[in-house]
């Protein structure tokens, strides 16, 4: 078969970038991955809920998980869109919903938070992006129709055997409109008045530090706290920090009234798992 042939067939999900849920008590928590990324990069995370009797929906967004390709034809409406579906999903069955994002799943997160306050009980936002500066952004939509891609920026993991399974391009159009949520979701940043959690990696070679704190200041949470990571870079649920993220998100949740009680609802695992 021609380069050309295998480009027409349908993109391959591979088994840890599928969507991922568990049925879990009257608690939920909704797990978002980041731009460019997949359900792989939150998989341990939303298991290690799933273990306490938590309902996790973990949800593969439009575009992810498959070619960069499928990407190019997305924009943050599409994500957001299969975001609030899944949070539909947890509310149905559940009295409280924890929303975690990774990167660019944690600018989802502070939208649902925005719109969606009755719906979401907690916010645990890792490495969240809110502002990009670049002298080139005012030129994007014009870069896009003569380099419509630039090198990926996934995998940056401190620990050397972990993989996101990220792409390894980035659709500019995809990009842009991933800047256009982050300055919806900044402009807005007062509406948030849901109790937040920020897990900030110390060094970051994607997502500067600046962002967790200008979401730190702007937001209108009675409770906001931070907690820094020492030892991961940006992709830090498969990092060195990875069972601390899900020890203080657990410990977040409890605190709010939204983790699972002991032995409350079954934590059996979806396919995938």
């Known amino acids: 078969m021609t380069d050309a042939g295998r480009d027409r067939r349908a993109p391959v999900v591979a088994p840890s970038a599928e969507a991922w849920s568990a049925p879990g008590g009257d608690t939920g928590a909704l797990v978002l991955h980041g731009f460019t990324g997949n359900p792989t990069a939150m998989r341990p995370l939303g298991l290690a809920l799933a273990g306490t009797g938590a309902a996790v929906e973990m949800p593969r967004l439009p575009g992810h998980g498959t070619h960069w390709r499928e990407l190019a034809a997305t924009t943050w409406h599409d994500w957001a869109r299969e975001a609030g579906a899944a949070l539909d999903r947890l509310r149905e069955r559940t009295r409280s919903v924890t929303v975690v994002g990774l990167s660019g799943g944690g600018t989802l997160a502070l939208r649902l938070a925005q719109i969606r306050p009755a719906d979401v009980s907690a916010l645990v936002l890792i490495n969240p992006p809110i502002i990009y500066r670049s002298p080139l952004r005012p030129v994007g939509g014009l870069l896009a129709r003569v380099v419509p891609t630039f090198p990926g920026l996934g995998n940056d993991i401190a620990q050397p055997d972990a ?51 200008i979401i730190l200041d702007r937001i209108a949470s009675p409770d906001k706290q931070q907690v820094w990571l020492e030892r991961s870079f940006h992709v830090a649920t498969l990092d060195y920090d990875a069972d601390l993220i899900a020890e203080r998100t ?12 002991v032995g409350d609802g079954n934590t059996s695992r979806g396919a995938g798992a």
């Not at 990220?166 to 842009?176: E, G, I, K, L």
């Not at 959690?197 to 704190?213: A, F, G, I, K, Q």
């Not at 657990?250 to 009680?261: K, N, S, V």
Request: glycine share 2%; hydrophobic share 40%.
């Open 163 to 213: 993989d996101e399974l990220p792409y390894d391009r980035v659709p500019v159009r995809a990009a842009m409109s991933l800047f256009e949520l982050q300055d919806l979701v900044r402009a807005d940043l007062a509406k948030v008045r849901t109790p937040t959690l920020v897990l900030t990696s110390r060094v970051d070679h994607t997502v500067p530090t600046e962002n967790s704190t």
């Open 250 to 261: 657990l410990a977040f949740m409890a605190e709010h009234g939204t983790a699972p009680e």
